[in-house]
């Protein structure tokens, strides 16, 4: 297997490599994938881009994947890339590489002085996992493809002092769509969904019961993710959309259950508790169990009494 590492900087660039016309835009393509040469026949190789990148592709005897996560491209699905990660292509041997679809690239510099580009970042998608593709319906697929299509006729047309204000408003409208493509994703692929809060559920658990608490504290977002094997901004994203609570808000609400039981059901001091939970001080548990209950740990245990 070929193991190579490729940074592109430029979308001139990738164009070049790709074997494709000079884009007519030197920050702003939309490339086919049907027109791509792919830099590899066989193996692999990770890219980076400098550049945001957001595909919408079917691809056949290829795999791709974020760090150790894979995902398979048989039917159409939307995802994105943020500048610096890094993605990686398989090929597998004795196939060819075939996709379908489209892929925009937007060099920062295109959202320069607008208000996307404070925004953008906003967009959690932009940093999940290959494998945490927005899957499409045949009609979600039809309306992004009509908006490619906009986008590029306006950058193919005469550029004029409208044509950035009007591309952005395109992307921002597609952006938006994916946000409300994500929510249905999250609602209907319950199985799956469900199948990860049962997983949290369980690690949680396992993390809380063994002790951890007292000796690391809470467990981080990111901690968590992976042991999950999702990205946080997934884990964020699906939890607020099925619970309302963001994975932080989850962590503490959990903590402080954790911390009414031990207060009821046991003879320990409120700072024998706190320490068990992993707080190294009194007020900052005293704190934030007030803020969660608008009682204080004493005054919770006196209502058991």
């Known amino acids: 297997m070929n193991k190579q590492l490729l940074r592109i900087s ?45 595909s919408m592709k079917r691809v056949h005897h290829a795999k791709f994947k974020y760090g150790q996560q ?46 996307l580009a404070k925004t953008i970042k906003q967009y959690e998608f932009f940093g999940y996992a290959v494998n945490e593709a ?8 039809t309306m992004l493809n009509l908006l490619v299509k906009q986008i590029v006729q306006e950058y193919e047309a005469n550029i004029d002092r409208f044509s950035q204000q009007v591309i952005i408003a395109q992307l921002e409208l597609l952006l938006t769509y994916s946000q409300r493509f994500y929510q249905r994703q999250f609602i209907t692929r319950k199985a799956v969904n469900h199948e990860i809060l049962f997983r949290l559920e369980n690690l949680l658990n396992e993390y809380f019961n063994s002790g951890a608490l007292a000796q690391q504290g809470l467990p981080s977002v990111t901690y968590i993710a992976q042991s999950l094997h999702i990205s946080a901004g997934y884990l964020s994203s699906l939890l ?66």
């Open 10 to 54: 430029s979308i001139t660039e990738y164009h070049r490599m790709a074997k494709l016309p000079k884009p007519q835009h030197p920050l702003l393509s939309v490339v086919q994938f049907d027109m791509i040469t792919p830099p590899i026949t066989e193996g692999s190789i990770n890219l980076v881009f400098d550049f945001y990148s957001i």
């Open 70 to 115: 894979p995902s398979d491209f048989d039917e159409g699905v939307l995802f994105f890339m943020a500048p610096g990660q890094v993605f990686s292509i398989e090929i597998e041997r004795g196939n060819s590489h075939h996709a379908e679809g489209w892929m925009i690239l937007i060099h920062p510099d295109f959202l320069w002085n607008t208000q």
């Open 134 to 141: 927005l899957h499409l319906s045949d009609k979600e697929e």
């Open 240 to 305: 607020k959309s099925l619970t309302g609570q963001s994975t932080q808000q989850h962590l503490h609400n959990k903590l402080i259950e954790l911390a009414k039981e031990k207060l009821s059901t046991t003879n320990l001091s409120v700072s024998e508790i706190a320490y068990e939970l992993g707080f190294e001080h009194l007020q900052s548990f005293s704190k934030i169990f007030k803020t969660k209950t608008n009682l204080s740990p004493l005054e919770f245990r006196k209502s058991y009494e």
